[in-house]
Every structure is written in structure tokens, then in C-alpha cells.
């Protein structure tokens, strides 16, 4: 598939990581997006660098202002320590500055990647994959986790990384300045340690909860939104708005119980920091008074100590966030595993479909246990048109499904000049397939790049004369923009029926030499339905029609009719032999037509 963005953001191939759960795991998978970055990554470290030895600078120089300049009385001394003093607060300062902003860079660009291949990757997946995973579910993967795995590189990486710099630093300082006060402080980092794996081990099945709390939301919102007008109509705000209350409820208590460990922990690093000030002041007075170490060494370790604390609480808040991202990590790349859709053969090119379409024994099921269609055995000829008629839940748009390669059937085959479906190149087989589906969907952008699906090749001539030949060319014209209208949200600028014709000229626009119509006038009105029955005779000639039909107008002009019942053919002939038949294409006609016309 053929990517087109901005150059920065550049999608390399994943590594080939077995997800365990490790966060090592993650941070190979990830790190493949953000490699391409490692200049402005390895520049914003420098930056860390710098920042932190700066940092680590001040209470040294305090020191020496203290135990060299003040104590001696040394005025100049002591400007100059100032000065040096200032200089580094300002490098802090400025070597902040830069390694966010570098870092902010290298986080989006890295995160734009993750999301293009994610995205891709959505595009390429079965539509089994989306019958088991809502839209507000993937969106949520998409959109949302990609972003908290941006501020893993972008965010976390640094403060840990900074704050073991810090810790060091600091650590070897003191070793120097005084041993005995740095085992003091020594002693009481193994309590943080063990607190904070305990943390982790705690929180991990919370932080994967929480997504999927956030995932559950966002689907509710989505298709509620979606369903909006029935749910308004059949009077059920109540039942979704308590629904939302319980999801929002659920949510609540997880985040609850994360932010009670996390809480837990600062509590923890804020008594250390108390008991470390007090056992520095404390043993660090009398070891002064006793001439074992200088005022401004016991000023260094107060500093250091609160310091070091600040980096164990900002690592407790990392871990927090890593939780998070650890979270959404497994989620992105769960769904980046999912096998996509085999493309099959190799392409040949555009297919020349020359005699017919074989269904031979096909047995399907979508959950592996209830089959939908079971021995379904029919051939479609070439130039021959065939209704595809039933009651709901036959089997009929299960038929179109596999014709069209969404699905593969468990048993049986599909043959298309005496080939299997399964071995010809997807792209090559619906290149000369038409399809209208039932629920008619269009993307924003103008009605001419909707007609020719965004293929810029495809001249806007053959579009007009496309919508001509289906009638909504008059529609289109009547907007003074014509056909650089651009469509609002799902086409609500034109009627349902006016759609319903533009999905008929997106469908010819390409001249197919197979015609699948799902349902594709069950929407429509009987004026709007006339429009279209004036110039389906005269499109169809020549082409091969397989139509899921309940309209009457419709099926009378197939050249066969095919009753799929309870996933078996179980009639097959014209409209009127099946009628004289007696049997349930007549018991059908009767329900829907006689008793719908009486």
C-alpha cells in the first residue's frame, strides 16, 4: 500500500518482537518508529547531559561560596562564584529548552509513523477482524494510544533518564565530599525500590482495565451518536445515558484504585525525604561540630537530599505514566499482529471475466459454530442477471460477501472462469466488480471525488456521463458548485435516494463487468426508484448482475431468480415460474406484495 505524508514522518519496517508482556518488548517494537530520529534525539540528550551537570553544579558551588569564600571573607571570591552560579542556572535553563523542544519533535514525527502504520495497517485487515471490534474501539487505538506511547519516548524516557543522571551525579558528589553522611542516605533507597516493583506488578492489570474502559466509552459515544434519531425516537436517552453512567462508573473505580497506589508512593518518597533531611542535620551537626566535615559539605547534602528525592518522586509519576503507555502499547500492537487480508495470487493486471461464476458446495459461519450458508451450489453466466431473494438472515449478503473476497468460505469454493478465488489477486478480482451496498457511504471531499474515488486518473467526463446515465446529474447540478460540491458529513447534503443514485454512478464510473447491488434500492423512494429503473435495463446489458433484491420492479427484470433459505438455494427459476411453482418465492410474493398492495 502506498503511503503519501509528510517526509518526516517515516514508517520503517516493525521489529519482529513476540509480545510477552515485557516492556522491553515494547520499547524494541516502538523504537523502529522513532529510530529515524536518532539525530534530534541524540542532540536532545546532549542536552540532558548538560542540563543535569549544571544542575548538579549549584549546590557544589554553594559549597565553596560557603567553606572557601564566606569563611575566608574573600568578597571577590565569591562574586565570581556567583557569577558562575548564575551562568549555570541560565545553561540549565537553556539546555531544558532545547531537549524539549527536540524531543517534542522526535516524539510527534515517531508517533505520526506509529499511527500511519497503524492506520495502514487497519485498512488492510479482514472485515471478520471489524465485526468483532467496534469503531469508537479502534479509533480509541488508533487516536489514543498511539498518543500515550509518544509521551513513553517523548516524556518518560527523559525524566527517568534524567533522574538516573541525577541520582548518580549526586551519589558520586557525596561519596566524595563525605562517605559517612552518603551510607546514611544510602540506607533508606531499598524501602523506594521494593515499593515501587511492587507498584508496578499492582497497577499493570489496572492500567490495561483503564484502556479498555476508555475503548468501551469511546464506542458507546460513537454509535450512539451514530443512532442518535432512533434512540430519540424510541424514547431510550435514559437507558444510554445510565449506561454511560455505569461505563463512566467502572472507569471511575479503576482509576480510583491506580491513583491510590500511586498516592501511596509519593506519600512514601515524601516521608523519605523527611527522614533523610533529619538523619543529614542530625549525625551531619554533631560530625560538624566535631570538625569532620565543613558547614557548606553539610549545606551540600541538605540540597542533595531534597534533590534526590525530587527525581524518586518524578520516577514514582514515570511509572505511572509507562503503566499507561505499557497498556496501550499491548493494545497497538495486538492489533498490528492481526494477520491483514491475503492479497492471493500474484496481479496479472485488470481480469478479463469472459464465462462465468461457479459456487461450488460453499459452507459458511462467521462465529465457527452456526453455519450460514450450508452446500450452497450455483453458477452465474456471464451477461446474466440474477436476483438473490430471501427471507432476513438466508444467507444472501453472506453470498456477495465471499464473492467479493470479505470472507473466505470454511468449505467449498468459489470459481470465477474455472479459477479459485482464493488464488487470484484481490485487487485484480475487484477491479472489475462494481458494489452497492446497502447502507451507501461517502467520504468527505466534493461529489467528483466521491464519484471516481479519489483516483485523480479517472476523467471528470466519464464521472458526468456515469451520473447521467443513472439520473442524479440534475441533483448534482442543481448545487451552484455542480460536481466540486463538497459533501458534508456522510452526504446529508443530498436526499437518501439521491445518495443512493450516487452510489449507482460511483459503481459504473469504473464500468465493472460484474454488478453487485446489495439492497441497493431498499432505501429509496417510488419516484426516485423510477429514475433508476429507466436506466438499469440499458446499464445492465452486457453486464453480469447479481442483485440482493425485495423490490418487485427489480427482480421482474433479472433473467433468474435465486431463493436462498436458511443458507441453501432453495428455488431457482424466472419470476413467474417460480410463482406457478407455489412454493416460498410465491409465499414470499404473496406476504410482501399481494398483502403489502391490498
Do not use: C
Request: net charge positive.
Amino acid at each position: 500500500m502506498e503511503a503519501v505524508f509528510h517526509p518526516d514522518y517515516e514508517v520503517p519496517e516493525e521489529a519482529e518482537v513476540k509480545l510477552t508482556g515485557r516492556a522491553s518488548d515494547y520499547v524494541r517494537r516502538l523504537w523502529p518508529f522513532f529510530r529515524p530520529h536518532l539525530k534530534l534525539i541524540a542532540a536532545a540528550g546532549a542536552m540532558l547531559v548538560v542540563s543535569t551537570v549544571l544542575g548538579l553544579a549549584g549546590p557544589v558551588l554553594m559549597k565553596r561560596a560557603i567553606d572557601m569564600n564566606i569563611a575566608r571573607g574573600d568578597l571577590r571570591g565569591l562574586g565570581f562564584t556567583t557569577l558562575v552560579w548564575i551562568l549555570a542556572q541560565l545553561g540549565v535553563v537553556g539546555a531544558t529548552y532545547l531537549q524539549n523542544v527536540w524531543l517534542a519533535i522526535a516524539g510527534e514525527r515517531g508517533a505520526a509513523g506509529l499511527k500511519q502504520r497503524l492506520f495502514e495497517h487497519a485498512l488492510s485487515l479482514p472485515m471478520r477482524f471489524f465485526d468483532t471490534n467496534p469503531v469508537g474501539r479502534l479509533v480509541s487505538r488508533v487516536e489514543s494510544d498511539t498518543e500515550a506511547l509518544k509521551m513513553l519516548f517523548a516524556g518518560t524516557s527523559v525524566v527517568l533518564l534524567q533522574s538516573a543522571l541525577a541520582i548518580i551525579g549526586m551519589s558520586v558528589v557525596m561519596v566524595i565530599a563525605s562517605w559517612r553522611l552518603y551510607l546514611l542516605v544510602l540506607v533508606l533507597l531499598p524501602p523506594f525500590v521494593l515499593a515501587f516493583r511492587a507498584f508496578q506488578r499492582r497497577v499493570r492489570p489496572l492500567y490495561h482495565d483503564i484502556r479498555r474502559n476508555v475503548a468501551d466509552l469511546n464506542s458507546l459515544v460513537s454509535e450512539s451518536l451514530k443512532g442518535l434519531p432512533v434512540i430519540q425516537v424510541f424514547g431510550q436517552e435514559g437507558w444510554f445515558a445510565r449506561r454511560m453512567d455505569n461505563l463512566n462508573r467502572v472507569k471511575f473505580g479503576n482509576e480510583m484504585r491506580v491513583m491510590t497506589l500511586w498516592y501511596a508512593v509519593w506519600v512514601l518518597v515524601d516521608f523519605g525525604e523527611v527522614i533523610g533531611i533529619a538523619l543529614v542535620l542530625g549525625f551531619g551537626s554533631v560530625w560538624a561540630v566535631k570538625g569532620m566535615l565543613t558547614i557548606g559539605t553539610l549545606f551540600l547534602f541538605v540540597a542533595y537530599v531534597t534533590r534526590l528525592f525530587a527525581p524518586l518522586r518524578q520516577i514514582s509519576d514515570q511509572i505511572n505514566v509507562m503503566q499507561r503507555a505499557f497498556a496501550s502499547a499491548e493494545r497497538v500492537f495486538r492489533m498490528m499482529d492481526e494477520e491483514p487480508e491475503p492479497d492471493g495470487g500474484p496481479s496479472a493486471g485488470r481480469l478479463r471475466f469472459q464465462r462465468e461464476i461457479a459456487l461450488a458446495g460453499l459452507g459458511f459461519s462467521y462465529d465457527g459454530e452456526s453455519r450460514v450458508l450450508n452446500n450452497v451450489n450455483l453458477v452465474i453466466r456471464r451477461g446474466e442477471k440474477v436476483a438473490l431473494v430471501g427471507e432476513t438472515g438466508g444467507g444472501k449478503t453472506t453470498i456477495v460477501s465471499l464473492l467479493l473476497r470479505f470472507y473466505t468460505a470454511q468449505t467449498g469454493t468459489v470459481l470465477v472462469d474455472g479459477r479459485p478465488l482464493a488464488g487470484l489477486n484481490k485487487h485484480d478480482l475487484r477491479s472489475v466488480i462494481g458494489f452497492v451496498p446497502q447502507d451507501v457511504m461517502l467520504f468527505p471531499g466534493t461529489v467528483l471525488d466521491n464519484l471516481r474515488m479519489l483516483d485523480e486518473s479517472v476523467p471528470a467526463e466519464r464521472v458526468m456521463a456515469a451520473a447521467r446515465r443513472v439520473r442524479v446529474h440534475d441533483a448534482i447540478m442543481r448545487f451552484p458548485e455542480g460536481y466540486a460540491t463538497n459533501l458534508i458529513e456522510r452526504g446529508a447534503n443530498f436526499s437518501l435516494g439521491e445518495r443512493q443514485l450516487l452510489a449507482f454512478a460511483r459503481a459504473l464510473v469504473f464500468d465493472p463487468d460484474i454488478l453487485i447491488l446489495d439492497e441497493a434500492t431498499s432505501s429509496i423512494d417510488p419516484q426516485t426508484e423510477q429514475l433508476i429503473q429507466q436506466g438499469l435495463e440499458e446499464l445492465l446489458k452486457g453486464r453480469t448482475a447479481i442483485i440482493v433484491a425485495h423490490r418487485l420492479a427489480t427482480i421482474r427484470m433479472v433473467d433468474r431468480v435465486v431463493v436462498v433459505h436458511k443458507g441453501r438455494i432453495a428455488e431457482e427459476g424466472t419470476h413467474e415460474e417460480l410463482l406457478a411453482r407455489a412454493g416460498i418465492y410465491s409465499r414470499l410474493y404473496r406476504l410482501q406484495y399481494v398483502a403489502g398492495n391490498g
